[in-house]
């Protein structure tokens, strides 16, 4: 009985070792115009998403100003791009310019974060936060999100943090 439980402890220790990988850390997610798509575009991108916790993994999406809205920021995701109603997309990017998004100075993220960037010829804004501080923001961060839930088939919900209403 002894050797039956000294080779299984053997094989659980030389199990554990050989799958362990090493992990690579992911910093928060930059705009990569090469990356992101194949192709110049000349409009505007809304680029959001979360990322951080335990794993570092980070989630994104792309909404372009001609409707398309795409996973990721891998070129392969290009082809689970989906269109969005004309009108919704216009709407988001009037938020975003109406609500002044685009003055506002912020990078603060925490263990968890979320991160809206404007991309407009060629020009990026970031806006990247932990703990939603401005509420409206985090609502719209939210209202993307949930459009990027209906349209994309990879969509997963974002932990969201609690707001102090």
């Known amino acids: 009985m002894k050797l039956v439980l000294n080779i299984f402890f053997a094989a659980l220790i030389i199990f554990t070792f050989t799958q362990c990988n090493s992990s690579k850390k992911i910093a928060a997610p930059m705009y990569k115009p090469d990356s992101v798509q194949p192709f ?46 004309q009108t919704l997309t216009g709407q988001m990017f009037k938020l975003y310019d ?5 003055d506002l100075e912020l ?4 263990n968890l974060y979320f991160f809206i960037t404007m ?3 060629g020009e990026s804004h ?7 501080k401005n509420k409206i923001l ?3 961060h939210h209202t993307l999100y949930q459009i990027a839930k209906s349209k994309t088939p990879i969509a997963k919900a974002p932990q969201r943090p609690a707001t102090n209403q």
Do not use: S
Request: hydrophobic share 30%.
């Open 98 to 102: 109406d609500y002044g998004f685009g």
């Open 40 to 85: 110049k575009y000349d409009g505007r991108l809304i680029n959001f998403g979360t990322g951080g916790g335990f794993a570092g993994r980070v989630q994104q999406w792309t909404l372009m100003d001609d409707g398309t809205m795409y996973p990721g920021q891998e070129v392969n995701n290009i082809a689970n791009g989906v269109k969005i109603d």
């Open 126 to 132: 970031k806006l990247i936060w932990g703990e939603p």
């Open 119 to 121: 991309i407009d010829n």
């Open 138 to 140: 985090a609502k719209y």
């Open 107 to 110: 990078n603060d993220p925490g």
